[in-house]
């Protein structure tokens, strides 16, 4: 029994043990420490991680139809394997304690909010060891109706999203069978090695076919536009450990397989080659525009969200364009940046949905337009959503400027300004959202009903204190992932990042975090000397307040989040159209009038008049026979 | 260089910095008292007024985060001047950047937001709502002007810059090179320092619905420095991108303050805009240029 054996082995027993310990307290903890489990069992596995190029094969394999399917784990299945099971172990633990008491109280299933978290990484493990493109399908039809499950748990909109989701996943898996189909047809084998030496035979419409059937298939799941309308409700909605994993890492499974077949099988130098009809552009150009508009299109729909949880799904959709545009890049730095980007989001957005996790513990609600000055009540919340919000708007000194650095920098050196622009509008528009967000929270007028509330229970604060941990030192010390992110770079054949502990060394410009930070922490301090060499501050209630002269009470309410940014949405609010949906009405009333149309001619209208015609048909063409 | 040389060099240059923030301070507001034919404040009132407003007795904090924004203010920009070379010192120019310095730009604003936010009064957060939007507005054309900056040089490090302006004189500047982006720059400038005619979410004349309206004593103190540096700042790094930067302090200096002046005489001239007119305008003639200076730039 190889590691890897060991690892699925423990991973599928992470999905039985809640069922049998069911709605206990124990259910919690057990699956924790489980995850715990895997995690080591997955540190057996960590010379991928460092440079050792041989993958670990699991002994099981199946001979199906005469195929065989194996599975096995390289160096980009260690690193999505490690966010996973981080990212499991940590919603499991945020789960455990007062959590899990009250969700248990409101009637829901601790047992099934387990088992569907340990499904979801359980699947996930499967997909990310697949050793050929039809254990790759399986996994992938596995991972959909995990995640499924378990965003099904939250509230009947969630339900609603989730229907749609899965309507979304269906057609994108049939569009992922048929690019399965055409490769076997081609090659007679599910293997990666026999497709990636069939593609440079292959004529450019067959690649641009793959090329279109795989990433919209895959897009699906990351919520590409304009199949992203499915997931901020849908993820928004599930119960907060369960949204805190899926938005960390469920939808980077799409960027997952995205990987092997575009850039590990494919190879991005190919769709390079890919003219685009009647444009300059090429195949690759055109998804990195896609990339690019994922970025700006959901981050500006985030803006104008009034609910914490759905602010920081809509902002999970656009984070998603910085990875697959960074690997478009293809060069050692913009794909350093785009999988560096996979870990670093994983780390701030599950900090960030904990966070707001806790605010709904302690205050019940998220709406943006309810809550407010919470920070003196939860400073450490409050710690946590600030480290976050930093490392997602991609400010130093936190791990989302390290990524977006490196996609920044790899634009420059390729020459691509409009690309950079529509990252950095992106980048702009994030920092107004998140301010949004942690002022609507903890910052501005405290309610009087909040004036009570404690700090969010230690069960939570873990957690969250570790990942905010996690998101600083990566941020301070980026070699730490980089050298990760080396190994997947060699073992998916990209160039590999020359890198440091503080960052990359380049000629022409690099970046040394250490220094950067440091300084920047120094500057903090020589601020606070500064601050401190002026008289002393005398410091109010925060319910004594006042404003043009008067007095605010506590009961005058004047919190608001709707149009926050009144000057911005002067001008840019008539070009919010909702576009996207209308196109999804569309396409949707499309199909409704055409399968109501053949629904009517097969079974109601004219049954009589068809089977005359049938018959008319075949005397016709029985007698013209002759 | 060794580490000793390096780290007089990260304390040398904020201070030098803040002393010559002081004196454009100074030199702004001797403009606008000139062009109003007043005679104006006299040479040592910015330092009169941070005295002043540190030394005063009644200082109200609103709590911790309130403290906390006003010292990440200053010290965002304190470590961002470190990352700007100046003659005789490059501190941390091969380490950062033009990016990594176009970011940490940003956290004195995110201090002064969450400083802000903190006191819970709803006109300080409408102004930092305008703060934001308008960061939006001018960042665009900014980040485009140091795209094609970076994307002509072939390099990130503003040493480098420097280094290759230099070699071929008066004509290897940038402005000789890329006149179009360095107009976009230049028209993009006076919103990045905040001041007249883009100065609404500071609102200094009607403080009692800026940002500025909890900020008594050592916090108004505190953005005092911060816009010293902040005027520093901008001109230096524009000097920096155009103007060859400085080998010698006596031909940089001229250059930093004209970069300061010029832009600010012809701004005060114009009356001040709404928010959504510094979107407009950002985003129209700026950019327009900067997009004319990116392509030309990169034929």
Redesign the interface.
Known sequence: MTPLDQLLLLSALTVVVPLFTGNRRITGPLATLLYTGQGLLLLRMAGLGYGSETPVSSAVSLQVLGLELHWRFDALSWFFALITIGAGLLSSWFASGEWAQRYRDSGSSLRLFHAALALNVFTMLVLLASGELLSLFIGWELVSWASFLMMSLGSNTALRYAMRYVTYAFAGAMAVLMGLVLVYTRTGSFEFQAFRDAVPSMDADTVWLLFGLFAAGFGVKMALLPFHLWQAKAYAETPGPGAAFLGAISSRMGLFAMIVVLVQIIGVARLVELPVPFTFLSGRDLLAWVAVFTIIFPTFTALRQHDARRLLAWHGIGQGGYMLLGILIADDLGSAGGLMHVFNHATYQAVLFMSVTAVIHRTGTSDLNKL??L??RM?LS?LAM?IGI?GL????PMNG?VSK?LV??AL?LE?S?LL??GA??GT??T??SV?KL??NTF????RLEHVDIEEAPSSMLWPMMILSTVVFVTGYFPGLVLDWIASVQAAVGLPVLAHHL?GVHI??????MI??VS??L???????L??L????????H?LD?????HF?TADTR??YSDN?????M??IGPWYRKSFRWLEGGFVSTVDTVSQLMQGLYRHTHPAFYLLAVVVFALSWVMGGD | MNLSELLIELLLMPLVAFVIGLGMVLMMRKIAARLGRRIGPPLLQPIYDIIKLYGKRTQISHGLIHEIGIIMAVGGYVAAETLLPVPGMNGLADKGGVITLAYVMMIPSLGMALGVGQCANPNGSIGISRALTAMLAYDIPFILVIFGAAYVYGTTNLADIIAIQQQQGVSGWGLMQMPLLALAGMLALPAVMGKQPFEIYIAPAEIATGPMVEMSGKFMGGLFVMQCFQLYTAGVLYTTLFLGGGAYWITFLPKIYAVVAIPMAAAMLFPRYRTEDVIRLMWKWPVLVGLMGLAVAMK
Do not use: E, T
């Not at chain 1, 708007?393 to 130093?396: E, M, R, S, V």
């Not at chain 1, 000629?507 to 040394?512: P, R």
């Not at chain 1, 060499?533 to 109010?540: A, D, F």
């Not at chain 1, 307040?545 to 002269?549: H, L, P, Q, R, S």
């Open positions: 407010g000055g920070v003196a400073p409050f600030l930093i708007a991609g400010l130093p400027f650095w920044y920098r420059i020459g300004p950079f622009l950095v509008i702009l528009g920092i107004l301010y942690i002022h910052l501005g007028q405290l503080g000629d022409k410009g690099g970046l040394d220094w950067v300084v920047l120094a500057g903090f301090g020589v601020g606070a500064v601050f060499s002026g008289n002393r501050s005398k410091r109010v925060q307040n006042y404003a043009g002269g605010l004047y919190q926050f940014y009144p000057g911005l002067h001008l």
